[in-house]
């Protein structure tokens, strides 16, 4: 099958074609997916997006009139994806449903760390051989209470991990993970309850209409004063303009972020030299108590090599013409 990996990045492209071998025909652009850059898959059946490829109503409809057939993404995540259109356009779609839990679960802690132990600012200190300790105090995770929104994949992963911290769980889903009660004491209670009762709030919820803004100004004016919020889950699931309103209040002590709101056309380039304007982004990057990274939880060789050979399973069993597991589409 002739494939376009449309948003190419150079540390993936090894583990695609190590998954591929010989078996596809596969083409890598670093261009993002939109309904301007759609006409690239010109005589490609299949295409293969992330998650800041865009693949709304129009951009699918293109696909579909260029004779693609298939979409395998390299993500969970597939809200930049119009599934009732693919669905409607016959236009298979899959994701990776799983690739390492523990991969994102681990940089949300990392982020909950450093954040906590003001990391960052001790070792800009120790760099310019300042040892002064002001200002550096953290508090112990042990005893404390996490709550952890979504306990799906990442968030069992996440419960696991705070467990062994000797934290007290607190979990929101809709739906319930027994074992996780079981083997971790998590007790679930209502989002309120959660935000009410949390000293860390960890997000793991997919975005979708309801989960869009969940965290907003409401649930923060009812969080404990210095509540770390943890976001490794989609940047609109919360309301960033609220998270900068708490932070600036202190009833937010600290934000950790992989994912930001507005992190389309942003996060995946390096912009220094036309720094984006995004006011947002800007004032979040100038408070002392956010620490973003750009959408890389999900950077490590476990789950590069995951992806990998997800997609490519995707794309062999259209080739073959059987349906893969995967598939979003009805
Ligand atoms: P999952 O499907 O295993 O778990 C998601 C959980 O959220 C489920 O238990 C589900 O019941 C729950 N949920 C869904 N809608 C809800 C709602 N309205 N209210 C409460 N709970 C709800 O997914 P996962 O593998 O754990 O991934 C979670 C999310 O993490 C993904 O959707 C993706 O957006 C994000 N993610 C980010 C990265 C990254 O690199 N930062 C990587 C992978 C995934």
Redesign the pocket.
């Known amino acids: 099958m002739k494939v376009l990996v449309y948003s190419a990045k150079k540390f993936e492209i090894p583990f695609l074609e190590a998954a591929n071998k010989t078996k596809h025909q596969v083409m890598f652009t670093e261009e993002a997916l939109s309904s301007a850059t759609a006409m690239k898959a010109v005589g490609y059946e299949a295409i293969s997006i992330f998650s800041a490829d865009e693949a709304c109503f129009v951009t699918i409809e293109k696909l579909k009139d260029f004779g693609v057939k298939y979409i395998s993404l390299r993500?969970?995540?597939h809200?930049n994806v119009n599934l009732r259109a693919a669905s409607r356009l016959k236009i298979k779609v899959a994701n990776v449903?799983?690739y390492s839990?523990h991969a994102?679960a681990e940089?949300a802690v990392a982020l909950l760390l450093t954040l906590n132990r003001k990391l960052i600012e001790s070792n800009a200190r120790v760099r310019h051989y300042n040892f002064n300790l002001d200002n550096l105090v953290g508090y112990d995770l042990n005893n404390k209470t996490i709550g952890i929104?979504?306990?799906?994949?990442?968030?069992a992963v996440m419960c696991k991990i705070m467990h062994g911290f000797g934290c007290k769980l607190l979990g929101?889903?809709?739906?319930k993970?027994i074992g996780l009660e079981k083997n971790y004491g998590l007790q679930y209670v209502s989002l309120a309850d959660l935000c009410a009762n949390s000293d860390v709030i960890s997000l793991?919820?997919?975005?979708?209409s309801?989960?869009h803004y969940?965290i907003n100004e409401d649930l923060i004016s009812e969080m404990k004063e210095g509540t770390i919020i943890i976001n490794?889950?989609?940047g609109a699931v919360v309301n960033t303009s609220h998270i900068i309103k708490g932070l600036r209040s202190r009833k937010i002590g600290a934000l950790g972020m992989?994912?930001y709101e507005n992190e389309k056309n942003i996060f995946f380039k390096d912009r220094s030299v036309s720094v984006p304007d995004d006011s947002l982004l800007i004032e979040l990057n100038a408070l002392p108590n956010v620490l973003i990274t750009g959408?890389?939880?999900?950077l490590t060789n476990e789950a590069l090599t995951n992806i990998a050979e997800t997609t490519i399973y995707n794309l062999d069993c259209w080739s073959q013409g059987k349906e893969t597991e995967n598939e979003l589409t009805a």
């Open positions: 993500s969970v995540g809200d449903p799983a839990p994102i940089h929104i979504g306990t799906g994949r990442i968030g929101y889903d809709i739906d993970n793991h919820v997919p975005l979708n309801d989960t969940l490794t889950a989609r992989d994912v959408h890389h939880a999900f």
